[in-house]
């Protein structure tokens, strides 16, 4: 079955800093999700979009749904150790099961 | 509010053995999902239920694996026989209703089959 494609598949990133990830697909969705996934969990809802050039925050975290309807966004800012996880956006087209990026894994460097 | 309960948590078989997971969703949650999440990769849907009934399995091998929800509660999930490609984590999902973008997913179950 199709996965997004997000970029970067990992960082190491400094406490303190800002995050950006981004997911890219080659179908049109109408729903774009972001979810963290600790390990030995299952993932957890950030943020949901549901609307072309929509931008939604989620205390340090803001997510944007691509003008194109093809791409989506998520910055962390101010990064803090409790972030580290492996983050998963996730598309919908109407009423079509959820599918799920291949994930970028954040690490926080001490 | 009690969260979606998967069991066990891990489990190793043998090629061409079979096993068993079983979900309990959340209380009052219609929908329910199965996902294989393979290592390195995200969550693919294997079956949804809406109630007792399925809602979509085309990403099911229906040649080995078989999922029930027959009270439209918990459910289970059964591979026969496993194959080394079936090694992964076993996630279960809830929602209230189809059209509900938030999935409470469980802790799940990891698969090991040697």
């Known amino acids: 079955g199709q996965q997004l494609n997000q970029s970067p598949q990992s960082m190491f990133i400094q406490e303190g800093e800002d995050v950006s990830m981004n997911c890219t697909s080659s179908?049109?969705?109408?729903?774009w999700l972001w979810y963290k996934q600790d390990p030995g969990e299952g993932p957890v809802l950030l943020i949901a979009l549901y609307k072309a050039g929509e931008l939604t925050s989620n205390g340090r975290l803001t997510a944007q749904f691509g003008i194109t309807r093809k791409d989506s966004f998520l910055n962390i800012s101010a990064s803090i150790p409790s972030d580290v996880g492996i983050y998963f956006c996730a598309g919908r087209e109407g009423n079509e099961k959820l599918t799920f990026g291949t994930g970028t894994r954040l690490t926080i460097i001490p | 509010e009690a969260g979606v309960a998967q069991s066990p948590r891990y489990k190793i078989i043998e090629k061409r053995q079979s096993v068993a997971f079983w979900c309990n969703p959340i209380s009052g949650h219609a929908t329910l999902y199965w996902y294989q999440q393979i290592l390195g990769q995200g969550p693919k849907l294997l079956i949804q239920?809406?109630?007792?009934?399925?809602?979509?399995d085309s990403q099911l091998p229906k040649d080995r694996f078989s999922a029930e929800r027959l009270k439209g509660v918990d459910s289970t999930l059964k591979i026969q026989p496993a194959k080394l490609e079936d090694s992964a984590v076993y996630l279960c999902?809830?929602?209230?209703?189809?059209?509900?973008?938030?999935?409470?997913f469980g802790p799940g179950t990891r698969l090991t089959v040697l």
């Open positions: 179908s049109i969705f109408n729903t």
């Open positions: 239920f809406q109630n007792n009934g399925v809602v979509d």
């Open positions: 999902a809830s929602s209230l209703t189809r059209s509900h973008d938030e999935q409470f």
